[in-house]
């Protein structure tokens, strides 16, 4: 098992230094996240023996469930799934740094009320639908810029950047097109110079697709079975949560 990880990341490393190469790109700009969704914590542990420090949970539970366990490895926690309201509290005992799926307002002033409380700030990202589907989560392309001005307005928030899914198709072009929106769109929050508004990270492409999300500006890949084997639960589980 030990092995098996530590191959597929050095793999997957390959697979980032070699789509960096080949779009002129400094492979220092691209961070790996390891998607530890459904992995047990001591799958995660190896991974993290070998170097690796960003991992990142889809659900308040299982990062509850694995925090005591990972505690002692030094690492940094994202959370990348949909973040329910009643699931704040929760969220924020667990040393999570940045939230990806930000994507409504109502949801960012919760988070921000119950940071004034603790008096902490987050950072986060604001997650996009660039595939247009009805089943994903993720604020409308065209609803983002006013979306972004108004979480900029609560000061607990660090917007920096964008996420996105890209479209779960064998069609490059299409998947394409949901990247470059998306790189698209943070050109256009750059423009508009929004005070406490960075848009460094572009958090996209997963382990089927990371070479056209690197090739389009991505400065987080997420990976997680490319890593850790197939999961037991569908994908629909964590990403198409709206059935």
Partial sequence: MNETITENIRIIQQRI??????????????????????????????ALRTGQTLIAENKVQELKDKFEYLNTIPHINHFIGHLQTNKIKDILKYNVSCIHSIDRFDLAEKLHQRL???????????QVNTS???????????????????IATLNTLQIKGLMTIGLLSAEAKKI??????????????????????????????????????????????????????QRPTPDNYYWNEHI
């Fill in 176 to 229: 394409r097109q949901c990247f470059q929106l998306l790189k698209h769109i943070q050109q256009e929050i750059i423009a508009l110079h929004i005070p406490q508004v960075s848009m460094e990270e572009l958090s996209m492409g997963m382990s089927g697709d990371l070479e056209i999300a690197i090739a389009e500006g991505a400065t987080i890949v997420r990976v997680g079975t490319a890593i850790f084997g």
């Fill in 116 to 126: 004034l409380k603790e008096n902490k700030t987050m950072e986060v990202l604001i």
């Fill in 17 to 46: 230094d070699k789509a960096c190469k080949a779009n002129n790109r400094n492979p220092q700009e691209v961070k790996l996240l390891l998607a530890t969704k459904t992995v047990p914590a001591e799958r995660i542990e190896i």
């Fill in 132 to 150: 247009f589907e009805e089943s994903k989560y993720g604020a409308s392309p065209t609803e983002v810029l006013d979306l972004v001005r108004q």
